[in-house]
């Protein structure tokens, strides 16, 4: 199989998190050779922290972009913000989060945020295939 990739949209709100997952699943839908039930799943929660954490954090808009290389998918998602994701200790009682990026680091392969020239970052996961 040779590398993949589609733009698959940009979001502006916190709905749109749902049709991030939605298009995630459609792109995965569509590989060959298929990618297993279990994989997809855990890149479908990735899209979902990704791009809920670039929605809530980076400045309201962000745009999803997923590739598949032969042996992994990978998750980006750039927004306008030049604010790396930080770890921080999980907020057990108050609900504020600083659940997703830590998860996203324990799920990928490798993770990576480029800043971007013209402004903005790019956040990146790579999981297994």
Request: aromatic share 4%; glycine share 10%.
């Amino acid at each position: 199989m040779d590398t993949m990739s589609v733009n698959v949209a940009t979001f502006r709100s916190a709905t749109s998190v749902a049709g991030a997952r939605d298009n995630a699943r459609y792109f995965l839908e569509g590989l060959v050779p298929a990618i297993a039930a279990e994989a997809a799943d855990t890149v479908v929660l990735v899209v979902s922290e990704l791009v809920t954490n670039a929605l809530r954090h980076g400045g309201g808009t962000c745009t999803l972009d997923l590739t598949a290389h032969p042996d992994s998918i990978e998750v980006s998602v750039h927004d306008p913000s030049p604010q790396a994701p930080r770890m921080r200790t999980p907020d057990l009682n108050g609900g504020t989060g600083g659940f997703g990026w830590p998860m996203v680091n324990r799920l990928a392969r490798a993770t990576a945020v480029t800043r971007q020239a013209a402004g903005g970052k790019t956040v990146s996961a790579r999981l297994t295939r």
